[in-house]
């Protein structure tokens, strides 16, 4: 199994967590601009040296990427990921701002062909972070947050925060999917991201999602996120990681 980290609050202290990790690995990196992502990454190659960074851009107001995000900002960000060369991952979820769906309402169907757009040019590396198939599933395309584009796909499944019940659900949906090696799969939350109060997955649930996962077939994981990362959780990823090739 292939194990990727995400890092939303790139500091020093979340990057040393790098140390921990003896196999290689990609992780995707949070940044508000390509030349604040340039620094990032200076000092993950310093740590390690074979690790695939990806750029994971921030974006002003409604800090991840959907049709409802304004209109200007995502032409800047567009422009700016055409420069570069890098891995990159879009993160497809609703403006952390409400008010931002309102006020972009009638930009809506533009923004989204501009986002099917970028997407289709630059599909062999980008990763997108979406909800997984469920029974909103139609609602998540409708709202553009699933575009149907051979992407890698990394289907949030955030164990730590949704009911028993819910999932359930996801576990059968990721199941039934086909054409599996096109998806990875989000596993955490082993620390708070930009809520603050995401409740965190221990060590043992996250070798029983790792060992769905694997029974799942999956080959692809990224754990969010990086920063959360220690002697418990490694001991348990270390289980699942693929011998080197």
């Known amino acids: 199994m292939q194990m990727s980290f995400y890092e939303e609050f790139p500091t020093k202290e979340n990057i040393d967590k790098l140390r921990l990790v003896k196999f290689k690995t990609r992780i995707f990196m949070a940044a508000r601009s390509v030349r604040e992502f340039r620094k ?4 993950v190659k310093k740590i390690k040296k074979d690790v695939k960074i990806g750029y994971w851009p921030i974006i002003p107001n409604s800090y991840w990427i959907s049709p409802f995000s304004n209109r200007r900002d995502l032409i800047e960000l567009f422009n700016e990921l055409d420069k570069i060369k890098n891995l990159i991952l879009i993160d497809l979820e609703m403006p952390l701002k409400k008010k931002m769906i309102l006020k972009n309402i009638f930009y809506f169907f533009q923004n989204k062909r501009l986002i099917k757009k970028f997407m289709k040019k630059n599909k062999k590396r980008i990763t997108t972070a979406e909800f997984p198939a469920s029974i909103f ?3 998540i395309k409708i709202l553009g947050l699933d575009y149907k584009i051979k992407t890698e796909k990394s289907l949030m499944w955030y164990s730590s925060m949704r009911s028993n019940l819910i999932n359930k659900k996801i576990k059968k949906c990721l199941k039934n999917l086909k054409n599996k090696p096109q998806y990875s799969i989000s596993l955490g939350t082993i620390a708070t ?3 603050g109060n995401e409740p965190i997955l221990s060590p043992k649930n996250l070798e029983n999602d790792l060992d769905f996962v694997k ?3 999956f080959s692809k994981v990224i754990l969010f996120r990086l920063g959360g ?8 990823i270390n289980k699942f990681q693929a011998p080197p090739q």
Not at 40 to 43: D, G, Y
Not at 229 to 236: A, M, R, T
């Open 229 to 236: 990362l220690n002697k418990n959780y490694i001991k348990v």
């Open 215 to 217: 029974r799942a077939e």
């Open 193 to 195: 991201g930009v809520l």
């Open 40 to 43: 990032l990454e200076k000092q």
């Open 137 to 139: 599933s139609i609602f």
